[in-house]
C-alpha cells in the first residue's frame, strides 16, 4: 500500500511527533510512506521552525521516508492555514504526490484546505484529529465537514475520547470516527539512572533536588503563567526544587515569557533562578529521566497529551489539569488539579512523596501506552482502507 501523509508543516508540537512515529512504524512494517508539506517554514511560539531543523523531519528521512515541500514560508495562527489560495505549480506538486499513493493520511484537518482544492486526483482521506475543541480551529472544520460531505474523508482516527466526543456533538458523524490512543516508544522512554544524574549535572542540579518538568510550546493553550504561578509557590518552599521548561518559545529569547516570568516571580533573584528554560529539546527522554513530576496546565484543546505519558514511561509522576484526556490517562499514576497555583504547587510536593510507591503501577501501565500497539491500530485501519478502495475500483 502507498500512503501520503500531508501536514501543514513541520513544527513543534505533540501531533506532528505522534503521526510521525505512526509513519515511521508503518513504514517499517511494510507500507509505503511519503510526507508532502505545505510550509517549507513557519514563525510560532517566537521561533523560526525550518522543516529541515526539525527532529520529525530528520527521523522521517533517515527511516526511508521520502518528504516533500510545497516550500510556503509563513507564520501560521493556530487553526488556520496561512492562507487557503494555492498557486497553479503548488496544485501541480500536490496533484503529483497524491497520484502516486492509494490512501492520503492527513495530519490534523487544516490540510484539508489543500486537498479539497478542485482538480487533485481523488483518493480515500483518512484525517488524524488530536484536540479536544474543534470550533477553535478556524476554518479547519468547515474544510472537514466538506470532505466529509463529498465522500473524500473516509475515516477519522481520534487519538482520544474526548477528541470523539468533541467532534462528534461538532457535528461529525459518529461512525467515521474511530479512537487509537497516543503510544510511545518503550525502549526510548524509560526510566534510566544514567541519563537522570547526566541531565542534572548539565543544569548544576544535585541528584536528589526535586525536578519538575513542564513540556510545552510557548502557546495560550499551555496556560504558561498557571504554571509559573505554582512554580514561585512551589519554589518558596521548596528551597532546592527545580522547574525545567522546554518547548518551543521556551527560551530567554521569547520577550512574551520574559514578562510572564517577571509577572510570576518580579524582577529581583531568588526562586526565578531555579526555573530552567532550555527550548526544543531533541533529548525528551533524558529530561523526562532527570525529572521527578511532568507537570500539564492546560486550560482546553489538549487530547492525550504526549508529555504526560512520555514522563511517565520515563519515571516522572503526573500532575495534571483536568482537560482532554488527561484525568483518565493519570488515574491511579499521578494527580488532577484545579486550575489553582497553590493547588497545583501542593499537588506537585504530594507527587513528590508518592513517586517511590506509584512506581510499581507506573511500570504496570507501560503496555496501555505502547508504540507497537498504537501502529497495529492504524496499519489495520490503513489496510481495511485499502481494501475497500480497491474492491470499489474493481
Same mark, same amino acid.
Given at each position: 500500500?502507498?500512503?501520503?501523509?500531508?501536514?501543514?508543516?513541520?513544527?513543534?508540537?505533540?501531533?506532528?511527533?505522534?503521526?510521525?512515529?505512526?509513519?515511521?512504524? *508503518?513504514?517499517?512494517?511494510?507500507?509505503?510512506?511519503?510526507?508532502?508539506?505545505?510550509?517549507?517554514?513557519?514563525?510560532?511560539?517566537?521561533?523560526?521552525?525550518?522543516?529541515?531543523?526539525?527532529?520529525?523531519?530528520?527521523?522521517?528521512?533517515?527511516?526511508?521516508?521520502?518528504?516533500?515541500?510545497?516550500?510556503?514560508?509563513?507564520?501560521? /495562527?493556530?487553526? !488556520?492555514?496561512?492562507?487557503?489560495?494555492?498557486?497553479?505549480?503548488?496544485?501541480?506538486?500536490?496533484?503529483?504526490?497524491? !497520484?502516486?499513493?492509494?490512501?492520503?493520511?492527513?495530519?490534523?484537518?487544516?490540510?484539508?484546505?489543500?486537498?479539497?482544492?478542485?482538480?487533485?486526483?481523488?483518493?480515500? /482521506?483518512?484525517?488524524?484529529?488530536?484536540?479536544?475543541?474543534?470550533? @477553535?480551529?478556524?476554518?479547519?472544520?468547515?474544510?472537514?465537514? #466538506?470532505?466529509?460531505?463529498?465522500?473524500?474523508?473516509?475515516?477519522?482516527?481520534?487519538? !482520544?475520547?474526548?477528541?470523539?466526543?468533541?467532534?462528534?456533538?461538532?457535528?461529525?458523524?459518529?461512525?467515521?470516527?474511530?479512537?487509537?490512543? @497516543?503510544?510511545?516508544?518503550?525502549?526510548?522512554?524509560?526510566?534510566?539512572?544514567?541519563?537522570?544524574?547526566?541531565?542534572?549535572?548539565?543544569?548544576?542540579?544535585?541528584?536528589?533536588?526535586?525536578?519538575?518538568?513542564?513540556?510545552?510550546?510557548?502557546?495560550?493553550?499551555? @496556560?504558561?503563567?498557571?504554571?509559573?504561578?505554582?512554580?514561585?509557590?512551589?519554589? #518558596?518552599?521548596?528551597?532546592?526544587?527545580?522547574?525545567?521548561?522546554?518547548?518551543?518559545?521556551?527560551?530567554?529569547?521569547?520577550?512574551?515569557?520574559?514578562?510572564?516570568?517577571?509577572?510570576?516571580?518580579?524582577?529581583?533573584?531568588?526562586?526565578?533562578?531555579?526555573?530552567?528554560?532550555?527550548?526544543?529539546?531533541?533529548?525528551?527522554?533524558?529530561?523526562?529521566?532527570? #525529572?521527578?513530576?511532568?507537570?500539564?496546565?492546560?486550560?482546553?484543546?489538549?487530547? #492525550?497529551?504526549?508529555?504526560?505519558?512520555?514522563?511517565?514511561?520515563?519515571?516522572?509522576?503526573?500532575?495534571?489539569?483536568?482537560?482532554?484526556?488527561?484525568?483518565?490517562?493519570?488515574?491511579?499514576?499521578?494527580?488532577?488539579?484545579?486550575?489553582?497555583?497553590?493547588?497545583?504547587? *501542593?499537588?506537585?510536593?504530594?507527587?513528590?512523596?508518592?513517586?517511590?510507591?506509584?512506581?510499581?503501577?507506573?511500570?504496570?501501565?507501560?503496555?496501555?501506552?505502547?508504540?507497537?500497539?498504537?501502529?497495529? !491500530?492504524?496499519?489495520?485501519?490503513?489496510?481495511?482502507?485499502?481494501?475497500?478502495?480497491?474492491?470499489?475500483?474493481?
Amino acid at each position: 500500500m502507498r500512503v501520503l501523509s500531508v501536514y501543514e508543516g513541520f513544527f513543534s508540537g505533540g501531533a506532528r511527533i505522534v503521526h510521525s512515529d505512526v509513519v515511521l512504524g *508503518l513504514a517499517e512494517g511494510g507500507q509505503s510512506h511519503q510526507v508532502l508539506s505545505i510550509h517549507g517554514e513557519v514563525r510560532r511560539e517566537a521561533t523560526r521552525q525550518r522543516m529541515q531543523d526539525d527532529a520529525c523531519y530528520r527521523a522521517l528521512t533517515a527511516g526511508g521516508v521520502g518528504v516533500t515541500s510545497l516550500g510556503r514560508s509563513a507564520g501560521l /495562527v493556530d487553526g !488556520a492555514l496561512a492562507a487557503n489560495v494555492f498557486s497553479g505549480p503548488e496544485l501541480a506538486d500536490t496533484a503529483r504526490a497524491m !497520484a502516486g499513493a492509494d490512501v492520503i493520511l492527513s495530519l490534523k484537518e487544516q490540510p484539508l484546505a489543500l486537498l479539497n482544492q478542485a482538480g487533485l486526483p481523488r483518493r480515500p /482521506v483518512v484525517v488524524g484529529l488530536h484536540r479536544s475543541d474543534p470550533e @477553535n480551529q478556524g476554518p479547519a472544520l468547515d474544510e472537514l465537514k #466538506a470532505a466529509i460531505a463529498d465522500g473524500t474523508v473516509v475515516a477519522c482516527v481520534c487519538c !482520544a475520547e474526548s477528541t470523539r466526543a468533541a467532534y462528534e456533538a461538532a457535528g461529525i458523524p459518529a461512525g467515521l470516527l474511530q479512537v487509537i490512543p @497516543n503510544g510511545v516508544d518503550l525502549l526510548r522512554f524509560r526510566p534510566d539512572p544514567a541519563a537522570r544524574l547526566a541531565f542534572r549535572a548539565s543544569l548544576g542540579i544535585a541528584g536528589a533536588a526535586p525536578v519538575v518538568v513542564f513540556a510545552a510550546r510557548y502557546a495560550a493553550m499551555k @496556560n504558561v503563567p498557571l504554571l509559573l504561578a505554582a512554580a514561585r509557590a512551589w519554589l #518558596a518552599r521548596e528551597g532546592g526544587g527545580h522547574v525545567v521548561m522546554c518547548g518551543a518559545g521556551m527560551t530567554e529569547e521569547n520577550p512574551a515569557l520574559r514578562a510572564d516570568i517577571e509577572t510570576a516571580f518580579g524582577k529581583a533573584p531568588g526562586p526565578a533562578d531555579r526555573v530552567h528554560l532550555l527550548g526544543v529539546r531533541h533529548d525528551m527522554q533524558a529530561v523526562y529521566a532527570g #525529572a521527578d513530576v511532568v507537570a500539564l496546565t492546560s486550560v482546553s484543546g489538549e487530547a #492525550a497529551p504526549l508529555c504526560l505519558i512520555e514522563g511517565m514511561m520515563c519515571g516522572a509522576v503526573p500532575v495534571t489539569t483536568d482537560v482532554g484526556d488527561s484525568a483518565s490517562i493519570v488515574e491511579g499514576l499521578g494527580f488532577v488539579t484545579p486550575p489553582d497555583p497553590a493547588a497545583i504547587a *501542593l499537588a506537585w510536593t504530594a507527587a513528590l512523596s508518592a513517586r517511590t510507591d506509584l512506581g510499581p503501577a507506573l511500570e504496570l501501565s507501560r503496555e496501555r501506552f505502547s508504540r507497537t500497539r498504537m501502529i497495529a !491500530a492504524y496499519a489495520a485501519l490503513l489496510d481495511g482502507v485499502g481494501r475497500r478502495t480497491s474492491c470499489s475500483r474493481a
